[in-house]
T-cell receptor
Framework: NAGVTQTPKFQVLKTGQSMTLQCAQDMNHEYMSWYRQDPGMGLRLIHYSVGAGITDQGEVPNGYNVSRSTTEDFPLRLLSAAPSQTSVYFC????????????FGPGTRLTVT | AQRVTQPEKLLSVFKGAPVELKCNYSYSGSPELFWYVQYSRQRLQLLLRHISRESIKGFTADLNKGETSFHLKKPFAQEEDSAMYYCALSGTSGSRLTFGEGTQLTVNP
């Protein structure tokens, strides 16, 4: 199993551009989520999904969209990139909801100039 | 609302010394607490969870509901323990994890 994969590893955008961060998992996990990691602020939940066709907002959803058309994929879309969205983005998945281990992807480092 | 606080952004100890990474939480129900670790150039991974009451790589953590704390301890730190450590809380509402700010541990030779 590849686990949780993310592409791209690095990305530089100009302010106002849009892009999609890809996340996929091959563990048949129902729960998937996106976090951003910023120095001194830990990981903050952006959006999450408890199953295909179901998504919900996390702590910092503004400026981001998600969809979950399949169990495997959970892309994160930046609609109009801003410098405040410069961060490292992590996708995570777990078998189901509940207080169980989440498996993380390797991260995408995004810089918005 | 649930909140996790890690008061130390940076912690530096010498090899063989005891280490304690502090974690305090705020949650009105019964929390599930976790420690995640991120070694250099590696992805975030689970270190231990309080419900398992286990020791992983020599680390232990005890949930103290009276003090609302879940400090991570190791009696003799090793250089390979150098990493970023995150305390995380999951409430009874589901898998949503709330992370603390993280503590960068450096173990010096």
């Amino acid at each position: 199993n590849a686990g949780v994969t993310q592409t791209p590893k690095f990305q530089v955008l100009k302010t106002g551009q849009s892009m999609t961060l890809q996340c996929a998992q091959d563990m048949n996990h129902e729960y998937m989520s996106w976090y951003r990691q910023d120095p001194g602020m830990g990981l903050r939940l952006i959006h999450y999904s408890v199953g295909a066709g179901i998504t919900d907002q996390g702590e910092v959803p503004n400026g981001y969209n998600v969809s979950r058309s399949t169990t495997e994929d959970f892309p994160l879309r930046l609609l109009s990139a801003a410098p405040s969205q410069t961060s490292v983005y992590f996708c995570a998945s777990s078998l189901k909801t509940g207080p169980i281990e989440q498996y993380f992807g390797p991260g995408t480092r995004l810089t918005v100039t | 609302a649930q909140r996790v606080t890690q008061p130390e952004k940076l912690l530096s100890v010498f090899k063989g010394a005891p280490v304690e990474l502090k974690c305090n939480y705020s949650y009105s129900g019964s929390p599930e607490l976790f420690w995640y670790v991120q070694y250099s150039r590696q992805r975030l991974q689970l270190l231990l969870r309080h419900i398992s009451r286990e020791s992983i790589k020599g680390f232990t953590a005890d949930l103290n509901k009276g003090e609302t704390s879940f400090h991570l301890k190791k009696p003799f730190a090793q250089e390979e323990d150098s990493a970023m450590y995150y305390c995380a809380l999951s409430g009874t509402s589901g898998s949503r994890l709330t992370f603390g700010e993280g503590t960068q541990l450096t173990v010096n030779p």
